[in-house]
């Protein structure tokens, strides 16, 4: 599966503004294969807390090692190449930084409060690591006030040990459905790959533990394997399957779910939450709210 590399004016200039500020973007980090068309219509998705992340999830063309310190400057850098670029909407992620006792939250909050500055303000999406499931630490990040939180449960309960070493499928649900009982106006957002040696079933059945928790919406895309230390592709799915999960998707409630090859977190962001908050949707279809009592 390839896809071609386009280079042109804006893409240059996208990059030139990122260097110049000092940032860096999950969009090269993980070698994203839609980058150059994201940066062609100035859509970035910026990644803080530097560029090595502590876990060591096999799927992930992040590096991995001993992270660097926080740089408390980089929040003010952020506001400032949104500036610069224009931007609608702000997507920000980072690296997981089990080294902090935070887990780097109150970064996030403080990254969310500079772009909420921004005249117009943009639409902002964060798409957050698992905090190691304490709760706390995601209503840190929801405090702030976020368009869109998302985090990823990436594969099925089955692969986790394989694909996701220190990671926990019920943390994760536990940080999704605290986002969907901190506020209404909160997107709740996750995603996952296919083509690691998972079922259909099995993703039908994450699909369905992603509504009970009040997900809203969700997107599949195809693993593809960013480095020779990464797992390989068990399978490349055919898009009538894809076609399927977005149909399934649709009859089991989500707002919106996105399948496909190409798909990726930040897969139109901006598109994806524009319609979720559209006015032919009201909060009466928006049915199966989780239970919020109980959540540790």
Known sequence: MKKPFIENSTTREVSRLLETFELNTVCKSARCPNRWDCFSSHSVTFMILGTMCTRRCRFCGVSKGKPEDVDSGEPLRLYRAAQAMELRFVTITSVTRDDLPDGGASHFASCIREVRGLEPRPGIEVLV???????????????????????????????????????????????????????????????????????????????????????????????????????????????????????????????ELYAGPLVRSSYRAFEMWRRVNGDHYTKQEFHREPRCQGIH
């Open 129 to 255: 690591p698992d905090f190691g499931g304490e709760t706390s630490l995601c209503s840190l990040v929801l405090e702030a006030s976020p368009d869109v939180f998302s985090h990823n449960v990436e594969t099925v309960p089955r692969l986790y040990q394989t694909v996701r070493p220190g990671a926990d499928y019920s943390a994760s649900l536990r940080i999704l459905k605290t986002a969907a009982c901190h506020s209404s106006r909160v997107v709740v957002k996750s995603g996952l790959m296919v083509g690691l040696g998972e079922q259909e079933e099995e993703v039908i059945s994450v699909l369905r533990d992603l509504r009970d928790v009040g997900c809203q919406a969700v997107t599949i895309g195809q693993y593809l394997r960013p480095a020779l230390e990464c797992l390989p592709v068990t399978e490349y799915v055919h898009p009538e399957r894809f076609q399927f999960y977005e149909e399934t998707g649709k009859r089991l409630g989500f707002r």
